[in-house]
């Protein structure tokens, strides 16, 4: 157990997962205020983000737990563990593969997986599963959908900056990274 909690990366995937934890319960409280009903889903950045700043196969399973504690907090027809887990998969692929790693890009990605999100519960409410007719969901789109949009990326910032405050403070770097400066050596990546 020493050797556990002695390495800098289990630390930081146990903080990361106690920071998904702690989000989930903060989403799924009744009692916490929305704004005229509409309220914000904080675990879709914090999914994406601990994806893209930590390694792989930690993101998709950041993002799995994220969807599971969400489908636990209340029955609704979207299946959030899949869609949290393809979505963490996703970022964490293109991170690794094709895209660079900046702010700009994890927020473009926050908000094209949020809006993804929004639009396929939308679907899955009012075409797939429909309670009310067709103008009632186009009330819903305006009414719910795009400002819950719009408070989930006001809390895409916060949620960011405190990700990745979680993991650079336990990497193994001591030193920022300066571009065009080799300071780093092979134990130092890892």
């Keep these: 157990m020493k050797n556990f ?12 997962g106690a920071l998904v934890f702690l989000t989930a319960m903060a989403q799924n409280v009744p009692w916490l205020p929305g704004i005229y009903g509409v309220r914000a889903l904080p675990l879709l950045p914090l999914a994406i983000a601990a994806a893209v700043l930590d390694q792989a196969l930690p993101g998709v399973l950041y993002g799995a737990f994220a969807g599971l504690l969400w489908d636990i907090a209340g029955p609704t027809a979207m299946p959030h563990a899949v869609y949290l887990t393809c979505a963490a998969f996703i970022c964490a692929m293109l991170m690794r593969y094709v895209l660079v790693r900046n702010a700009l ?12 999100y929004l639009a396929l519960r939308w679907w899955l409410d009012y075409y797939l599963l429909p309670d009310e007719p067709l103008t009632g969901g186009i009330y819903a789109l305006l009414r719910y959908s795009l400002p819950s949009l719009g408070y989930t990326m006001l809390t895409a910032a916060p949620v960011y ?5 979680v993991v650079k403070r336990t990497s ?10 080799m300071r780093w050596t092979s134990e130092d990546v890892g």
Excluded: Q
């Excluded at 909690?5 to 990361?16: A, G």
């Excluded at 890009?105 to 993804?116: E, P, R, W």
């Excluded at 900056?161 to 405050?165: I, V, Y």
């Design 5 to 16: 909690l002695t390495n800098k990366k289990n630390i930081r995937r146990l903080l990361l």
């Design 172 to 181: 193994r770097r001591s030193k920022a990274y300066v571009p065009g400066e």
């Design 105 to 116: 890009t994890v927020g473009l990605l926050m908000l094209l997986f949020a809006a993804g």
């Design 161 to 165: 900056l405190l990700t990745n405050g």
